[in-house]
């Protein structure tokens, strides 16, 4: 079997986010970047499947070179082969459409991507990975068994676990469920270095026009300062909940 990963680069929930060009470029200095932790969950799973599926997992990310550290960590985790689109990624349509040029030339039984990143939260690029290369495709995937060509699946839906059966290939967005935070794996020594010796191939894009364009960026509202009411000042409370907060 053979298992394509995609990864994306995405900056540590703790790093400081700042703007550029008027707010309208994110600046990456000072930031540290991890991957993302929806597509930890499926790489986990798919080097899982390395010994109980005697799968081949390659890992993919379109970015510039600053995301070759994330596919080096990939690498020591356990992926075969890793594989960078050298372009930077703008919106999901560009992201797909180059990893969908890859796959044109590369065929793959299942591809793993997490159900969003945790930087833009877009969600679409394993859909429209799946629609361009008419794949199955299962989102919110918490459960995965390959059997005799076969997809056993289940995914989060609201209320519950729904179950589904379907044919390779197919696409799957991992989330937390599909392992849990306790199974990721965490590069040893040995690892780290096999790493070095793993293939890591830069291929040049196919220059996609993207179809969307961030203009600018807003933080968010500085909180403001905490007023502390007595607890025998009821309706100074009250007061301030109904005139200032306005939430009664």
Known sequence: MNILVCISNVPDTTSKINFTDSNSKFDKNGVQFIINPNDEFGLTKAVWMKDSDNASVTVVTVGDSSADAILRKC????????????????????????????????????????????????????????????????????????ESGKAKCAREISGGTEYSECDLPLVIGAQKGLVEESDLI???????????????????????????????????????????????????LIDLLENEAKVI
Request: glycine share 6%; hydrophobic share 35%.
């Open 186 to 236: 965490i590069p040893n020594m040995r690892g780290i270095m096999m790493a070095r010796q793993k293939p890591l191939d830069v291929n040049k894009p196919q220059n996609i026009n993207s179809r969307a364009v961030d203009n600018k960026f807003f933080k968010p509202e500085e909180k403001g300062e905490v007023k502390l009411v007595k607890s025998d000042e009821l309706d100074k």
């Open 75 to 146: 690498l020591a985790i356990g992926a075969d082969k890793a594989l960078r689109i050298d372009r930077e990624a703008r919106d999901a349509y560009s992201v797909a459409k180059e990893i969908v040029s890859h796959c044109e030339t590369v065929k793959y039984d299942l591809i793993i991507c997490g159900r969003e990143s945790i930087d833009y939260n877009g969600g679409l690029v394993p859909g429209l990975l799946a629609g361009y290369l008419n794949y199955n495709f299962i989102t919110n995937c918490v459960s995965l068994e390959i």
